[in-house]
């Protein structure tokens, strides 16, 4: 910059320095604040971003969404570790709605996303209607849990399948939840007619053994 120049820019008020940056600078001061928002943003979403290690689908008429959260806490502190830190539980609801003749079945925003999601591997517990269990279980979505040397099934209340099918073959594939557990029932969960079962296809089958023996208080 020029002599001559450096004294006009030296004798310009505030505001007219200011107008005269903006004009000749502006392109480079609005891509500068973009790189250093997208900087933060990423940054941001790293640290912050959950590792969910378990992810539990609740298919139902209701519950309490206020407590879902809590649930969360409870699962991640009982069976993976520190709730505030980076590894979680995931809780996902499924809601059931009256068809046209009486019945319900699951919406279809809910059914689409339960899809996927199975078909992802990023399910390991479902707790479900007893409807969708025999659908389901026929098509060798569930993992045997008789074969389960972990789980003691003595005194539950089981559910099985009893005719083989293709590759499936007979055996307990799901339990009866029952009518008086102590966490579906703070979740304001209808969980009175729900069989739980562990996905075979789900990838962290240690971990959903140790759910299903916490949630149904199994020794």
Known sequence: MSEERKNWFKNMTTKEKVEYIWDYYKVYIIVSILVIYLLVSFTSSII????????????????DFDRQSEFSKKVTKELIGDPSGKK??????????????????????????????????D????????????ILARQGA???????????????????VEKPS????????????????EYLKNLGYDYNDKIIAIMANGQ?????????????DVK
Do not use: C, H
Not at 48 to 63: F, H, P, S, T
Not at 204 to 216: G, H, M, P, S
């Open 204 to 216: 962290r089958k240690d971990l959903a053994i140790k759910f299903v023996k916490w949630l149904l």
């Open 166 to 181: 293709g590759e499936l073959k007979p055996g307990v594939y799901g339990i009866y939840v029952g009518w008086n557990n």
């Open 123 to 134: 399910i390991d517990v479902i707790v479900l209607d007893k409807n969708n269990f025999d």
């Open 142 to 160: 569930f993992l045997r849990l008789d074969k389960v040397k972990e789980l003691n099934l003595s005194g539950l209340n089981v559910a099985k």
């Open 88 to 121: 979680q539980a995931s809780i996902d609801f499924y809601r059931f709605v009256k068809g046209p003749n009486g019945n319900f079945t699951l919406d279809p925003a809910s059914t689409q996303k339960l899809m996927a999601r199975m078909g992802a591997q």
């Open 48 to 63: 912050n971003r959950k590792d969910y290690v378990l992810n539990i689908a609740l298919i139902g008429k209701y519950m």
